[in-house]
């Protein structure tokens, strides 16, 4: 008996890392997250790199400048390169990282359905040094959709700080589904999935064909109109 409990135990305990290590989400993720700062470093966001050649991508309102500083989750400090600008007020910037090979969260197939559970890590500042950065976690709950600066945005039930802007909104599976815009003490808006596709989508496009940067896509809604509708229908994007 004394013996049967013990392999019990045992099996119990391997059955749990087993479990753990079979979710692979919560490790990439916190790899493909980066601090992003201006080169003069007056100003610094988050990000998250949504391919291994180096897909970075971040807020709109966080700058868009042609060149930016980026650390990595190792510490490493690098430039990265404009290639993508969204064409709404508040949207997608895409940054091409030095050649290389980098970790990475997926790009989800599918977007995320109202009272989904889902999750982010950001840099936010640091009330004392601007420069002293944090990884930061939060969980949460999706809302519905919502219109904000012109852009298809998700509401989600997530507390996020200044400086979090830019990092991504993630799946329970790991896969990027948005990027953070703004948020309060209760609610944190996210630019969509279907606008980082893209970005997506064009800077691959720029990676394969080596185009000159910014490229401006064809790809603006005609009607904000039809959106509203969208978004009454509870469909999120």
């Not at 519905?144 to 993630?170: H, P």
């Not at 401006?216 to 509870?234: D, G, H, K, Q, R």
């Amino acid at each position: 008996t004394m013996k049967y409990a013990t392999y019990t135990a045992v099996a119990a305990i391997l059955m749990t890392l087993i479990a753990l290590n079979a979710n692979p989400a919560q490790a990439h993720i916190k790899d493909a997250i980066v601090f992003t700062q201006t080169l003069d470093g007056s100003s610094g966001c988050s990000g998250v790199i949504i391919d291994k050649r180096g897909f970075l991508i971040t807020a709109k309102h966080c700058g868009g400048q042609a060149r930016i500083n980026v650390m990595l989750s190792n510490g490493r400090l690098v430039k990265a390169d404009l290639v993508y600008v969204g064409p709404n007020d508040e949207d997608v910037l895409g940054y091409m990282l030095p050649t290389g090979t980098y970790p990475f969260a997926p790009v989800a197939a599918l977007p995320p359905k109202q009272g989904e559970v889902v999750q982010s890590w950001g840099y936010p500042a640091s009330n004392e040094h601007d420069y002293v950065r944090k990884l930061m976690y939060g969980k949460g709950t999706i809302i519905g959709g919502a219109i904000y600066a012109n852009s298809r945005m998700n509401l989600v039930y997530l507390v996020t700080y200044g400086g979090w802007s830019g990092s991504g909104l993630f799946n329970m599976k790991g896969e990027v589904i948005g990027s953070l815009s703004a948020g309060n003490n209760t609610i944190s808006l996210f630019i969509s999935l279907r606008s980082i596709k893209v970005a997506y989508r064009v800077m691959d496009a720029y990676y394969k064909a080596d185009q000159e940067f910014p490229y401006f896509p064809p790809l603006v809604p005609t009607s904000y109109e039809s959106e509203s509708a969208i978004i009454e229908e509870n469909q999120l994007i």
